[in-house]
């Protein structure tokens, strides 16, 4: 009987892969965008003020109850920049999404993929003007942009350019990947 059920099984699966064709040759559709922003910082400025970004929509926005966003920024009485993740801002009622961040070596223009592996989900990050970060943001609930994706996950890059301490500015770049699963940040659509 467990023959049998094995058997069931092993062909079920090749009937999946064969109909859905080579899962491992999916191909990117939309190129790869690189945005400037700038926003404030979630302290010292109202709260009406933009102090977050919203990866897939890739734009800068507000910080509210409904956790519309990926990440949100700081400015630390030290003068220092701190990114944090969505769940250590504002805690949604249904969960906030894991949003992975991590360092990355080399100049924003450098960075032309994401890492693999090595994303922090449970703290935030002090960056420092010309440093990278790469940003794994998940969307694959229902009704989401991933949600029948391979890789549930869209990576972006961020690069802090500069920040104004008396206005409480901050000022970046942002690399973006439109396509689930692929982790390119080179110019046009990605092939990986």
Sequence with gaps: MKARLALLATMCVVIVLNACG???SLKATLPTTVDTLSLWALSGTPPSYPSAISIVARQIVRVDGFAAFDIAFDIDAKGKTVVYPVKLV???????RQIGMQKVSGTFDQVLTAPSSGFETDSSLVMAPGEVLAIE???NVSGDV????VSPNLYAKI???SVNLATRIIYLRMGFDPNCGFRSFATGIPTS
Excluded: I, R, T
């Design 159 to 161: 690069g802090l350019d």
């Design 22 to 24: 080579n899962v491992a």
């Design 146 to 149: 991933c949600q029948f994706a």
């Design 137 to 139: 943001s998940p969307h």
């Design 90 to 96: 504002v805690a949604s009622p249904s969960g906030s």
